[in-house]
């Protein structure tokens, strides 16, 4: 009974080391996403809550939004959130900002030429921002 009650242990001890760490390694993204939550929870606001969920995702699943898809469903001067990275595929005419964790080097260029301005998401939301915002992705 005690070999018994080692092989148990053992096999548990190796099943939690085989066990892929979830967590990000990126301290900036982590307490992003830890400030996002303590803020929906105080303010009552969803969108806090929905952006912390989706960057709580690995990164190959989160979200990846063409800048054709930011064209079509916002108005110009719209702020729109990507918890994950902006694609440039397509173009922009809408002066905007785009919040996002990431954007390709050439869809910088083109929200930048349309006259978007491009923000990083661990900084916008310290602000508590109260404009109108469109989560895509």
């Given at each position: 009974?005690?070999?018994?009650?080692?092989?148990?242990?053992?096999?548990?001890?190796?099943?939690?080391?085989?066990?892929?760490?979830?967590?990000?390694?990126?301290?900036?993204?982590?307490?992003?996403?830890r400030e996002l939550k303590k803020?929906?929870?105080?303010?009552?606001?969803?969108?806090?809550?929905?952006?912390?969920?989706?960057?709580?995702?690995?990164?190959?699943?989160?979200?990846?939004?063409?800048?054709?898809?930011?064209?079509?469903?916002?108005?110009?001067?719209?702020?729109?959130?990507?918890?994950?990275?902006?694609?440039?595929?397509?173009?922009?005419?809408?002066?905007?900002?785009?919040?996002?964790?990431?954007?390709?080097?050439?869809?910088?260029?083109?929200?930048?030429?349309?006259?978007?301005?491009?923000?990083?998401?661990m900084g916008y939301f310290a602000?508590?921002?109260?404009?109108?915002?469109?989560?895509?992705?």
């Amino acid at each position: 009974s005690t070999l018994t009650f080692i092989n148990r242990i053992a096999f548990i001890m190796s099943t939690m080391a085989s066990i892929r760490k979830t967590q990000t390694t990126n301290q900036e993204l982590f307490d992003t996403i830890r400030e996002l939550k303590k803020m929906s929870a105080k303010t009552g606001v969803g969108v806090y809550r929905a952006v912390a969920e989706k960057l709580s995702k690995t990164a190959s699943q989160r979200s990846e939004v063409n800048l054709s898809k930011i064209e079509r469903n916002t108005q110009d001067k719209d702020v729109v959130i990507v918890p994950g990275k902006v694609l440039s595929s397509g173009t922009l005419t809408k002066k905007g900002t785009i919040v996002a964790c990431n954007a390709s080097e050439s869809a910088h260029d083109k929200s930048s030429k349309a006259g978007a301005s491009n923000v990083a998401i661990m900084g916008y939301f310290a602000d508590e921002q109260e404009s109108k915002q469109t989560v895509l992705g």
